[in-house]
């Protein structure tokens, strides 16, 4: 089931794991995307971190970490392919993250919800 | 934002879909739904249209006299080559400050019995205000027309399929054309790096006229994203930017807009504010001065981003006055005022978020300007 974040991001449970992306709203808002920078896999993150920078033609904006917990994984193809993210912004995930000890996606918002806050 | 201005084609942008944003005290479209990156290309390779309406357009007049008088009086605060100027050309020109820095770059055409200027809308006040202050001329600032550009390499065959004529201008001239019943200033020019017009209509007409032009499938609405990008890859230095009221006209490798003859020597040596600044330098060469830079890697490096002349440690030799992303380059393309003693394919360092990027000297323009000469 999906989940979304205040900041735009969209959330997914695969077993153990998060994978992490941002919406077609944000990916709309932010324009063209010419550069995205990942974490380092096996970093561990605090919840509100900044861990991926993107930069769309127009600007610079940054990506949290919605738990804390593990880096697992990231879309290596997306520093080599930035603008898969305005193609696709669900297909575009950026990182994989394990949640720490107690973290959990649950009490993020359901699609109902965000639609209801993008309006 | 009800005190914001809006142009004649305000309607026409929001109908097309234009996203609108403040701007020097106008509302203006930012991006149209290509998209900036869309936009920038389309440009490049057909046709955009650009409103530039907020742009200050103003006649300037020796009452009696002739364009060469007036351009008499406006050579005592602008330095460059105006007496000089043939009716039916234009020039590029600065607005210069005791301290030799620059208040404003303007262009500048000679109509025969006038001059006609556009100047940057944040400084059309001020620009305007000074021009008043001079003595023996009349100052009329334009109220009553839009301004379009029309730019890239189709607009030469979309204008001129319109109005013949255009087809003869070449780079820098300018011309009353015929339109419908009403008279189009027209100059062969622009802010993009690409061959086109900017043309000056009346405010009435602009929609329909805007529209005429649209209606050729190789013009398409650009923003004022596109626009910046567009000028940076060509290298083209931007008001409040690359340049303001503590950059001499040396710094930011605008030298060439100073002709000989009002340098050192010249038959019309000075006599502009900040001369005793501004033509030592020109004549020994500026300490610091605009280069172009191509970051390694596809990061952007923005304006105020940091620029040191080691990896680690240093010193900040300074900072980016434009950069972002060039569609037409495929990478990061920036400006700063630099040391002159570093040249073309020189390495520097931009701190972008805590880590040092290595950053090459670059020659300016990023893309080659196809104007028609």
Redesign the interface.
């Known amino acids: 089931m999906l989940k979304y974040t205040e900041d735009h991001e969209w959330l997914k449970q695969e077993g153990d794991e998060v994978v992490v992306g941002i919406t077609a709203h944000a990916s709309e808002q932010l324009?063209?995307v010419?550069?995205v920078?990942l974490p380092e896999v096996g970093r561990e993150v605090e919840k509100g971190e900044e861990i991926v920078?993107i930069?769309s033609?127009?600007?610079?904006s940054d990506i949290v970490a919605p738990i804390a917990g593990v880096i697992t994984a990231v879309n290596e193809e997306l520093?080599d392919n930035?603008g898969a993210v305005n193609d696709d912004a669900m297909a575009a995930w950026f990182f994989r993250i394990k949640p720490a000890e107690g973290e959990a996606i649950d009490g993020f918002m359901d699609e109902a919800a965000y639609q209801a806050l993008i309006g | 934002m009800s005190d914001l201005k809006r142009t004649p084609l305000y309607d026409l942008h929001v109908s097309l879909g234009g996203k609108m944003v403040p701007f020097a005290g106008w509302e203006m479209p930012v991006?149209f739904p290509m998209?900036?990156?869309?936009e920038?290309l389309h440009t490049r390779e057909k046709a955009g249209l650009f409103d530039v309406s907020h742009m200050g357009q103003v006649i300037l007049r020796v009452p009696g006299g002739t364009a060469a008088d007036a351009a008499a009086v406006l050579e005592t605060v602008v330095p460059a080559n105006i007496v000089g100027l043939p009716e039916g050309r234009q020039r590029y020109g600065l607005f210069t400050n005791d301290q030799g820095g620059i208040l404003d770059d303007l262009m500048i055409a000679n109509r025969g019995d006038h001059l006609f200027l556009v100047v940057n809308a944040a400084c059309a006040d001020q620009d305007i205000a000074l021009l008043q202050g001079l003595d023996g001329l009349t100052v009329e600032p334009v109220t009553d027309r839009a301004l379009l550009a029309l730019q890239g390499p189709e607009a030469g065959r979309v204008f001129s399929a319109i109005i013949p004529e255009a087809a003869s201008l070449k780079f820098m001239d300018v011309a009353i054309l015929g339109w419908d019943g009403e008279e189009l200033w027209v100059s062969r020019s622009g802010y993009t790096g690409e061959d086109g017009f900017e043309i000056s209509v009346p405010a009435a007409r602009a929609r329909e006229f805007a529209e005429t032009l649209l209606k050729d499938e190789a013009v398409a609405p650009i923003g004022l994203?596109a626009r910046d990008?567009l000028r940076l890859e060509a290298g083209m230095p931007l008001y409040g930017h690359d340049m303001d009221a503590g950059v001499t006209p040396g710094a930011a490798a605008l030298h060439w807009s100073i002709p000989k003859v009002r340098r050192q020597g010249g038959e019309r040596e000075g006599g502009f504010p900040g001369a005793d600044v501004i033509l030592p330098e020109l004549a020994e060469g500026a300490a610091k001065v605009r280069v172009g830079l191509r970051p390694e890697g596809?990061?952007?490096i923005?304006e105020g981003v940091a620029i040191f002349d080691a990896e680690d440690g240093g010193a900040e030799i300074g900072r980016v006055c434009s950069g972002?992303?060039g569609?037409s380059v495929g990478g990061?393309v920036a400006m700063a005022i630099l040391p002159s003693t570093l040249s073309e394919g020189d390495t520097v360092w931009a701190e972008l978020?805590g880590k040092r990027i290595a950053v090459k000297i670059a020659a300016l323009p990023f893309i080659k300007p196809d104007y028609k000469r």
């Open positions: 324009g063209d010419v550069f920078e920078v930069e033609v127009k600007a610079a520093p930035p | 991006q998209g900036v990156m869309g920038h994203g990008s596809r990061a952007p923005r972002g992303f569609p990061p978020r």
